[in-house]
């Protein structure tokens, strides 16, 4: 199964520092999964919390309920995620290709096999790769790997793929070394994210990293 060795390592190294991640997506419907994925496009999640918040709050976490809402208060519904009038604009396109593709059949769409569901997501407005997958991944619960700035930064400082490294490549990495099963590329994604937050930073607290041994980064930069 494995192609890369070192997944399989990097995968128990961040489970016993940072214990099971099964549960992971804080989101209560696949729908309010879907959602999640496209806000938290370029910001944090604690924006996009708020942003959820206020969508419960109106009753509009449903594709027919943010259908009905004007568009300026779908705006103020979702501001503080970030460049709102965008991100409203892609909530409702989305919201009308389930409408007018799947008849507001929304479990329908999701039940798709993953690549065909990956395709369809990837040609809908404001869905690109990464939340295509985080759909598929967390709301179908399709195998799907998911590659994000985090992911990205750890594995090129791992010296697993090359600085200039694409999105493709490391993607590769993982569908290669992971089992072709929705459950484990969950816990890896949910991982990868927990670490990044904790020591993997922009600027990284490599001091008590538990990557730290077999990290190229670290070797570079010690003393």
């Known amino acids: 199964m494995s192609d890369c060795?070192?997944?399989p390592w990097l995968r128990d190294a961040l489970a016993a520092a940072?214990?099971?991640q099964t549960a992971w997506w804080p989101a209560e419907s696949p729908f309010e999964v879907c959602v999640g994925a496209i806000l938290v496009q370029n910001t944090t999640w604690r924006q996009v919390a708020r942003a959820i918040a206020n969508l419960k709050a109106a009753g509009a976490l449903d594709p027919s309920a943010m259908l009905a809402l004007p568009t300026?208060?779908?705006e103020d519904l979702v501001r503080p995620s970030g460049t709102f009038r965008q991100k409203a604009r892609r909530l409702a396109v989305f919201c009308?290709?389930?409408a007018m593709r799947w008849d507001g059949d929304f479990a329908a769409m999701l039940a798709q096999d993953g690549a065909t569901l990956r395709a369809e997501l990837l040609g809908i407005w404001g869905i690109g790769e990464e939340t295509a997958d985080a759909i598929a991944l967390f709301a179908a619960h399709r195998p799907a790997f998911i590659v994000d700035a985090y992911t990205t930064r750890i594995v090129r400082r791992l010296g697993l793929v090359a600085e200039g490294s694409t999105r493709h490549e490391v993607r590769r990495l993982f569908t290669g070394a992971l089992p072709h099963d929705a459950a484990p590329m969950r816990e890896m994604h949910a991982l990868l994210v927990t670490h990044a937050t904790a020591h993997c930073l922009a600027t990284p607290?490599?001091?008590?990293c538990p990557l730290a041994d077999r990290c190229d980064y670290r070797k570079e930069h010690a003393a």
Do not use: K, S
Request: hydrophobic share 30%.
């Open 18 to 20: 940072y214990g099971p």
């Open 5 to 7: 060795p070192t997944i």
């Open 72 to 74: 300026e208060a779908m």
């Open 96 to 98: 009308c290709h389930i």
């Open 205 to 208: 607290r490599c001091i008590g």
